[in-house]
């Protein structure tokens, strides 16, 4: 690939708390190299739109510490057609746009896959707070989000002690079940429900009691919302047989607070290290990967790998949140 001159760099799918750290490390590391950055508006549907603008290091002053992403995102239903990635690539060619830097989660990286694989040289960052991308252990904004739920499920434990009540806290997380693991963990949950294992409510009421028979007062489950039985499934299922379980459950939906608020210092730091390493891969001529954080450090997975497997998540730690919880 000859000497790039100019990049462009997108944020699309979720807002992750950290994005912006990437976008800053790209415009500052990519101007330390001598190219120049376009920033794209909303995603993919900015780039059919052609809504890009050149971002300078002054620009993307002040925003480390900011949630969300200056750059705007969007989910765009209509990339997923061979039209429409054409008109992409023709709006970076327009601008003689050499590469791109492809911010967000799965939805986002199989773009990124499909415009490379069209001859559009694409970096990918491993940024959702799901945690769902193969190719990262823990991809930015999900240690932020973690740390929301956690501090929502210590004070509602708060709450339970005092009534000495249940309380049913649901988590995002699509169809991964990380945040209800991690946050349930953290968070000491008497019982955890991911979509990666079976779970019906029956088993959750067997757990609350044994809990209860143990001598715990009160109790507090973790749902992801991508379960079988998720928080409304479970807390409707509860108030139809309260009388036959003998106690009820308090539900409570996080939903998008897990995304707002200022990213925590791991974040912010892991936006930046991705971020500087995606320019240094262009610069070296290599594109066509994911990079991800990965025992302990910056690894690159193919995107066509990323863009075509499912994360598993450790199993092995669900059991160690059943000990635990006794």
């Given amino acids: 690939m000859r000497k790039l001159r100019r990049i462009a760099v997108l944020t699309s799918g979720g807002d992750a708390p950290g994005m912006n750290a990437a976008v800053r490390a790209v415009v500052r590391c990519a101007a330390a190299y001598g190219m120049e950055t376009y920033g794209v508006s909303d995603g993919y549907a900015g780039l059919l ?3 890009l603008r050149l971002l300078d290091d002054r620009s993307v002053g002040g925003i480390l510490h900011r949630g969300g992403t200056i750059l705007g995102t969007s989910r765009c239903l209509e990339f997923h057609t061979s039209e ?3 008109r992409a690539i023709v709006e970076l060619e327009r601008r003689k746009i050499g590469a791109l830097v492809v911010i967000g ?3 986002t990286q199989q773009g990124a896959a499909t415009l490379d694989a069209l001859g559009v040289p694409v970096i990918g960052v491993a940024s959702t707070i799901d945690n769902d991308l193969v190719g990262a252990d823990v991809s930015i904004g999900s240690t932020t989000a973690v740390e929301i739920a956690l501090e929502c499920i210590d004070r509602l434990r708060t709450t339970a002690s005092s009534h000495g009540r249940a309380f049913l806290v649901e988590v995002m997380g699509r169809n991964c079940g990380y945040l209800a693991l991690a946050s349930g963990i953290a968070g000491g949950a008497e019982a955890i429900v991911l979509p990666e294992v079976e779970t019906d409510p ?4 067997n757990e609350i009691r044994a809990s209860y028979e143990r001598g715990k007062s009160h109790a507090i489950i973790v749902v992801a919302e991508g ?3 998720n928080g409304d499934k479970i807390a409707h299922y509860f108030q139809e047989h309260s009388q036959r379980l003998g106690f009820e459950l308090r539900l409570t939906k996080l939903g998008h ?3 707002g608020g200022s990213p925590c210092a791991f974040d912010r730091i892991l936006g930046s290290r991705l971020g500087a390493a995606a320019i240094e891969q262009l610069h070296g001529g290599i594109h066509g990967i994911l990079l991800g954080y990965k025992q302990g450090g910056v690894v ?3 995107l066509g ?3 075509t497997s499912t994360k598993t998540i450790e199993l092995s730690l669900l059991k160690l949140a059943q000990v635990l919880a006794q």
Avoid: C, K, L, S
């Fill in 49 to 51: 739109a052609g809504r």
């Fill in 84 to 86: 429409t990635r054409q």
């Fill in 105 to 107: 989660g799965n939805g």
């Fill in 202 to 205: 029956e088993r959750v009421a």
């Fill in 227 to 229: 379960a079988r039985y």
């Fill in 257 to 259: 607070i897990q995304r």
């Fill in 300 to 302: 690159p997975t193919a």
């Fill in 305 to 307: 790998v990323v863009a």
